[in-house]
């Protein structure tokens, strides 16, 4: 038996479970940037690895040089990548420079900037400080975690990656996702438009989405709305998930609906979200299928609230889907019974906060305002919010 009118929780939990785990990878650093940590990730050297000089400057022992000016004799130096091998005494002095070992006897740094250099004989006007060596391990130590299974690799983590010894990392395999469009009146963008007839948007706006998640998209043929060339489709080889839009309510040539209703398995169908109540999904011949409705702003905030929380959840992402704020309402944003609405709207930082404005896209298929729409409100069900509230905000 399938769930029906369930609230968006269960239904991301619902969803969770039915896609697929990804297989593992490993790539190489340079291929591995945004892609998802599948196990944690131990750092093979200490970092620093030795003790170290945060500046330019000279090194020396720290009771030498605390009443300034003082003199010290230079004898020797220690560079980035080539160590002084011999042991500082006191009076004595090394110049030493950024990254450069700090060598046996020297516990402080004197910048360059607060010395005079004559000959062997360095003057210090400051005295010099411990706090410029950076000290080995300080960082991170060998064997210590530096990053979790489902961390993403930003930037600065690749560089993690690099700087705790890793050439290479074991990643989630992205999952491909196939993108299939129903509906005969449907047509390829760029063919002359008959009455009645409407451009396949969902198609590219789902394919973005799924390249902004990370996963890769496979676009179908479009399939009119008969369940022979939808089934075509789907024997499309390679799949690890699929998404249709359109076809999922309560209409006569519904296909989406009839063929997961008829010959597969349907795991929910109707959730307490406007829009994209009719979201439905099951599997098909093995295939996870979630069903999209066809408006474009239900196809989107379903993809939004459902999909993509699914997917986070499944590769156990340590970030959260969305960045939550809390912003205040320009205008009234209305609430649907045992609904959570979703409206989409703009957020803007003016007079020092946070407000949230209607989106100006009061029905579902008004594509132009969903495209300057930045962010979406949140609305409990039944707890309208009136101007001047505090709203919760999906920042997209
Ligand atoms: P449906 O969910 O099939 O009942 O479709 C609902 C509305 O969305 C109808 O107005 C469809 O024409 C429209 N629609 C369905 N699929 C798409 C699509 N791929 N691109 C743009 N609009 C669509
Ligand atoms: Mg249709």
């Not at 009076?91 to 516990?107: L, N, S």
Request: net charge negative.
């Amino acid at each position: 038996m399938h769930r029906q009118h369930i609230d968006l929780d269960e239904a991301i939990q619902i969803l969770k479970d039915t896609l697929p785990l990804p297989e593992t990878e490993i790539l190489p650093l340079e291929q591995a940037a945004g892609r998802v940590l599948a196990v944690p990730l131990l750092a093979r050297v200490d970092h620093p690895s030795v003790d170290d000089s945060a500046m330019d400057g000279i090194a020396c022992k720290l009771s030498d040089s605390q009443r300034t000016p003082v003199t010290l004799k230079l004898v020797g130096e220690s560079r980035a990548g080539e160590g002084f091998s011999g042991v500082v005494n006191t009076g004595e002095c090394i110049r030493i420079y950024t990254g450069a070992p700090v060598p046996e006897g020297a516990d402080a740094i004197c910048k360059v900037e607060d010395l005079q250099i004559e000959g062997d004989q360095v003057t210090l006007l400051h005295p010099a400080r411990s706090q410029d060596i950076r000290h080995r391990g300080s960082d991170f130590r060998a064997g210590q975690e530096g990053l979790q299974k489902g961390d993403v690799l930003s930037p600065a983590r690749l560089a993690l990656c690099a700087s705790m010894g890793h050439r290479t990392v074991e990643v989630f395999k992205k999952l491909r996702v196939g993108i299939l469009s129903t509906g005969d009146e449907i047509i390829e963008a760029g063919e002359p438009l008959a009455p009645g007839q409407v451009y396949d948007s969902n198609k590219y706006g789902i394919y973005a989405q799924l390249l902004d998640l990370g996963l890769e998209p496979v676009l179908l043929p479009h399939a009119a709305d008969h369940p022979e060339k939808v089934k075509e489709n789907l024997k499309e080889a390679g799949l690890d998930v699929l998404l249709t839009s359109g076809g999922v309510s309560m209409g006569n040539y519904d296909i989406v609906r009839d063929l997961l209703f008829g010959e597969g398995e349907v795991r929910f169908w109707k959730v307490n979200l406007r829009p994209g109540g009719p979201a439905l999904c099951g599997l098909w011949e093995g295939l996870p299928v979630l069903g999209l409705p066809g408006n474009p702003v239900s196809a989107l905030v379903v993809f939004e609230v459902l999909f993509k929380p699914a997917v986070f959840a499944l590769l156990e992402r340590t970030d959260p889907p969305h960045r939550k704020v809390r912003a205040r309402a320009s205008n009234p944003f209305k609430a649907v019974p045992k609904k959570t609405a979703y409206w989409r709207a703009k957020l803007v930082f003016e007079d020092g906060e946070l407000q949230v404005q209607d989106g100006n896209a009061p029905l579902s298929n008004m594509l132009r305002g969903l495209a300057h729409a930045n962010a979406l409100v949140v609305v409990q069900p039944g707890e309208a919010i009136e101007a001047g509230e505090l709203a919760e905000v999906l920042w997209l």
